[in-house]
């Protein structure tokens, strides 16, 4: 067994609690972040005069060596040991000797595995960014495409009010916009770096934080020693982050999920996207929305986990915090392979234009622009509301629409209808006319696009300043 705390014990650990303590078949991800914190502490050791610069290259070879092997599978990280670290280290010793044992000076594990963490969350958030970055491109291209697109716009899952497609894309936009707003305040409050706090209380050598902190792209060092190695809020925070992300797809799954039924019929989803049924020859099914949607709570699990896990622990350091790594790999691979998905369907897709201002004209949903027009030939809202409704329920009695009542039908409510009641409640109307920033109307969804594409321009995805 290759562990890094021997000196205090008379005899071996037990394999079964060896094998319960140790954190190598998981945290063995966290190879490449470890040995990059390792480079930039030796450097700093080197710098400070506590390590020769001899002995400095001679480790910074060892580390280069070791990731190459790994890279290239002449080298594996296996459950002889306990961890990433004892993995890095061990063989670090093996190769060049009494030197590799100075790499551990004025470091714990404590603070290693948080800025391991650390590292590897910081990249984590920087591609997901980049993933929901690529959706929102494929979002306002398709809003560019469907700004007359008309369709019905639901609440309560009726038919409510005429909107536009581009309108009811640029709604997900909006979410996803905030998600990677979400994103950003995470990288730049997390992006500080907790080597050099020790195990708790920092160390007596004359180490040079802020200058290892440079070295790995860090704001700076943190600003306390407990806190460095106790703080697992950022991946609180990140998975928060993709637990609101997972949300907001799986809500548009759900929408495409009944879009693509037989009863709607709005949404054509390539067959690249799509499966079959293997007994229904006819079946066209959306799988991949399906998993978005069931994937969702494997993301929110982490969360929750992690918040349980961390509720009762005292200050600094407890093996409990072990556990914030298995359910935080799986978020993420989850997230970013949904959002890669996602993205693809959405890209692939076709929507059926005559399909969805066909159903537009079902459902009474010009009724409002009934009760605007009274309201703008004089009549008190409460007053129109109640003659639109009165209307709505005639139409009901004899099975017909709005747009088929005669003139004299609306007359019979009120005398302030005229011949021009057709062309108010017209769908391109009732659309066209609601011009008021963030509405459906055509030229407000044109500035909509415009805004979109400015904001994308101006805020690539989230880089490591270096």
């Known amino acids: 067994m290759a562990q890094l ?31 990059e914190g390792s480079r930039a502490h030796v450097r700093m050791l080197a710098k400070q005069q506590i390590l020769t610069e001899e002995e400095r290259d001679r480790i910074l070879e060892g580390l280069d ?15 002889a040991y306990e961890d990433v670290h004892s993995f890095v280290e061990a063989n670090l010793i093996d190769r060049i000797g009494e030197t590799g044992k100075k790499l551990h000076t004025g470091r714990s594990r404590n603070d290693q595995v948080a800025l391991d963490m ?11 960014d980049a993933l929901v970055t690529d959706l929102l491109k494929v979002l306002n291209g398709k809003m560019a495409e469907h700004i007359h697109t008309v369709m019905p716009g639901f609440t309560h899952l009726q038919k409510a009010q005429p909107v536009t497609l ?4 640029g709604a997900y936009f909006e979410m ?4 990677r707003e979400r994103l950003g305040d995470i990288l730049e409050r997390m992006n500080y770096c907790p080597l050099g706090a020790g195990a708790l209380a920092g160390t007596t050598y004359p180490l040079d934080r802020a200058y290892t902190a440079s070295l790995l792209h860090f704001a700076g060092p943190t600003r306390n020693s ?3 190695v106790s703080d697992r809020d950022y991946v609180i925070e990140f998975l928060s982050a993709l637990s609101l992300i997972m949300m907001h797809l799986s809500r548009f799954s759900e929408e495409i999920i009944i879009w693509n039924s037989n009863e709607y019929r709005f949404i054509e989803l390539d067959d690249a996207f799509s499966t079959g049924s293997s007994i229904m020859p006819q079946k066209k099914n959306p799988d991949i929305a399906e998993l978005v949607r069931g994937k969702t709570g494997r993301v929110y699990g982490a969360l929750t986990a992690l918040l349980t896990t961390m509720k009762g622990l005292p200050l600094a350091y407890n093996k409990d915090m072990q556990e914030d790594k298995e359910g935080t790999f799986d978020a993420i691979d989850t997230v970013q392979a949904c959002l890669a998905m996602f993205t693809g369907m959405l890209d692939t897709a076709s929507f059926n234009a005559p399909v969805m201002e066909q159903s537009a004209r079902g459902g009474f949903i010009n009724a409002t622009d009934v009760a605007d027009y009274l309201v703008e030939h004089g009549a008190a809202f409460r007053d129109a509301h109640r003659i639109s409704g009165q209307l709505v329920l005639a139409c009901i009695d004899r099975g017909i629409t709005l747009d088929e009542l ?3 039908d609306y007359r019979k409510e ?8 057709y062309e108010a409640i017209s769908l391109k109307n009732c659309v066209e006319k609601r011009l008021t920033e963030g509405a459906p109307g055509p030229e407000a969804m044109k500035a909509s696009v415009r805004q979109n594409e400015a904001y994308l321009e101006a805020n690539p995805s989230l880089t490591i300043s270096e």
Not at 414 to 421: M, N
């Open 5 to 35: 705390w021997g000196g205090r014990f008379t005899k071996a650990t037990d394999q079964a609690v060896y094998d319960f303590n140790a954190s190598i078949l998981f945290d063995k991800r966290l190879l490449a972040q470890d040995i």
């Open 65 to 79: 060596g070791i990731e190459k092997d790994v890279r290239d599978g002449s080298l594996c990280i296996t459950s």
């Open 118 to 128: 650390r590292l590897y969350v910081r990249e984590a958030v920087c591609r997901t």
């Open 166 to 169: 581009a309108h009811h894309l």
């Open 176 to 179: 996803f916009r905030r998600d």
């Open 226 to 228: 407990m806190d460095s």
């Open 406 to 408: 005669s003139l004299e």
């Open 414 to 421: 009120s005398p302030l209808f005229g011949e021009d009641i």
